[in-house]
């Protein structure tokens, strides 16, 4: 079935630094992948969109990059601040009308 | 209005009652996504919706679940006979389309069976 894996560790970080999450997927091949964050009590938001004919994708502070070779995306935050703290949701396209099948999310906490 | 609204913010009912909660989309998004989040994990897709049809319900974990959006715009869960382990943050999110725009998303309702 198909599968996706984030940092299950919350990640912690000096601000100021580059923080990198990880997101892998088994068992399907998505056309795209999305990148949302959730702060607690709120619903997901959008950041970033990569196509899997895309190597990287850069927004302001926010790179990210997609292997289809390693079936692995990785989204850094460049300069982190302490507002960047949250939970950041990987979500691969299963190809199937633009429903999207999410990760565990990493929760990120950056320390001034 | 401006963003996905989702009422109730929260919701209590007892077990066995049945409950119905509302997704407002943005005005104008084609396609309506119901998602399941539990404490400490990603949504879960239950359904998705384009305009008024009912595209993808591969999602609901049992035929008390049912969704519905009538004329192409708000939508409804029902989830009928509550069970505990219904409780979680049910997320609507919605848009002009997925596979260029991303969603956009509600608060949610809390739903807590007791």
């Known amino acids: 079935s198909q599968k996706i894996e984030q940092n299950s560790e919350a990640l912690n970080i000096q601000e100021g630094k580059t923080a990198t999450l990880t997101c892998n997927y088994t068992?399907?091949?998505?056309?795209?992948l999305q990148w949302y964050r959730q702060d607690p009590g709120r619903g997901p938001v959008f950041l970033l969109l990569i196509r899997e004919n895309e190597k990287e994708k850069r927004k302001e502070r926010l790179k990210v990059t997609f292997d289809t070779t390693l079936k692995q995306s990785l989204f850094h935050i460049t300069a982190s601040q302490p507002a960047d703290s949250a939970t950041y949701l990987c979500?691969?396209?299963?190809?199937?009308?633009?429903?999207?099948?999410f990760g565990q999310g990493t929760e990120l906490s950056v320390k001034p | 209005g401006a963003g996905v609204s989702q009422s109730p913010r929260y919701k209590v009912a007892k077990r066995g009652q049945d409950v119905a909660l509302r997704c407002d989309p943005i005005?104008?998004?084609?396609?309506l996504f119901w998602y399941q989040q539990a404490l400490g994990q990603g949504p879960e897709f239950l359904t998705y919706?384009?305009?008024?049809?009912?595209?993808?319900k591969s999602g609901l974990p049992s035929d008390r679940f049912f969704a519905e959006r009538p004329e192409g715009s708000v939508s409804t869960l029902k989830i009928q006979r509550t069970q505990q382990e219904d409780s979680a943050v049910y997320l609507c999110a919605s848009s002009p389309d997925a596979e260029v725009y991303g969603y956009t998303f509600g608060s949610g309702t809390r739903l807590t069976v007791v």
């Open positions: 979500a691969p396209s299963p190809n199937q009308g633009g429903k999207l099948i």
């Open positions: 005005s104008g998004h084609v396609s």
């Open positions: 919706f384009q305009n008024e049809a009912q595209l993808d």
């Open positions: 068992n399907y091949s998505p056309a795209y």
